[in-house]
């Protein structure tokens, strides 16, 4: 095959796809293990789920484990949903498990892919759409190397029934909601509350809770949901991550399913 034909299918074959994923149903802000899991399980519930990641690589911050000792921990329900995804793990102490995170991110990352999420890479989120019903109803998308270049370029969007705001300790989606709209997410001061310091049990334990549809057409999950609400960050334990996105893709699926 000659350079122009290699070239001419990847071009075709990337905006094909994205052309495709200009108008689904959910869209996903964060390819970290919150943000890959909801996505692994509306797109296998049949939902059109398109995941925006603004690095170069997948992962988010399981990628490092803790401190960079690449290795993660998990609670029993946390682990179940690994192995659904066929991740080995191993029996630390009664209810605690660890797992290498290169193959957990791995098999979340195939996992979602072959359940039918497309996922982009090298793509920011800067902005959030609003229509008149005051629903969030879709993403502003900008190259990330444009944002790191500071050049001023226009950015391109895509139409989506639900945004899942999975962007870890930073909670950009809801951040930049509050910046344009003011407060008015569901939270205590309907502004982004900000994460508490670690303490890894409590986290856990609010995580879940947190889980919400902050905002018409807006869901948080993962740290993102603890830092807007107002909970501690955990550290390297994984488990509530996993089932946080479990839960976003149950509430994103039935507000596909209502409207
Ligand atoms: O940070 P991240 O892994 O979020 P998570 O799924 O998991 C948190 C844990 O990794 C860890 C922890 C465990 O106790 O506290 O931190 O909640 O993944 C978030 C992803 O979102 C991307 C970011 O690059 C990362 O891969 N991201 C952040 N902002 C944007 C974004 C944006 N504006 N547009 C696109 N992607």
């Given at each position: 095959m000659d350079e122009?034909?290699?070239?001419?299918?990847i071009t075709e074959s990337f905006m094909k796809e994205f052309m495709d994923s200009m108008e689904v149903e959910v869209a996903v802000v964060g390819a970290g293990p919150s943000g890959l899991v909801a996505a692994h399980y509306l797109a296998r519930a049949g939902i059109r789920t398109v995941v925006f990641e603004r690095q170069l690589r997948v992962g988010g911050g399981m990628t490092g484990g803790g401190m960079m000792f690449n290795r993660i921990v998990l609670q029993k329900e946390g682990k179940e949903i690994l192995d659904e995804f066929g991740v080995r793990s191993t029996l630390y102490r009664r209810g605690y498990y660890t797992a290498d995170a290169l193959e957990s991110i791995a098999s979340l990352c195939v996992g979602a892919i072959r359940s039918g999420v497309k996922i982009f890479n090298l793509m920011t989120v800067e902005d959030v759409m609003i229509r008149g019903d005051r629903r969030v109803s879709g993403l502003v998308l900008q190259w990330t190397a444009v944002n790191m270049a500071r050049m001023h370029v226009d950015p391109l969007t895509v139409r989506s029934r639900v945004v899942i705001d999975a962007t870890g300790h930073d909670c950009d989606v809801c951040q930049i909601l509050v910046r344009k709209t003011g407060p008015k997410l569901k939270t205590a001061t309907g502004a982004v509350v900000g994460e508490k310091s670690m303490w890894a049990e409590k986290g856990e334990a609010d995580l879940v809770k947190n889980t919400i549809e902050v905002y018409p057409g807006l869901i948080v999950t993962g740290m993102?949901?603890?830092a807007v609400l107002g909970s501690p960050r955990m550290g390297a334990i994984f488990g509530g991550m996993l089932i946080?996105?479990?839960?976003?893709?149950?509430?994103?699926?039935?507000?596909?399913?209502k409207r």
């Open positions: 122009v034909t290699i070239s001419r299918a993102a949901a603890n946080s996105g479990k839960r976003a893709a149950e509430l994103a699926q039935s507000i596909v399913k």
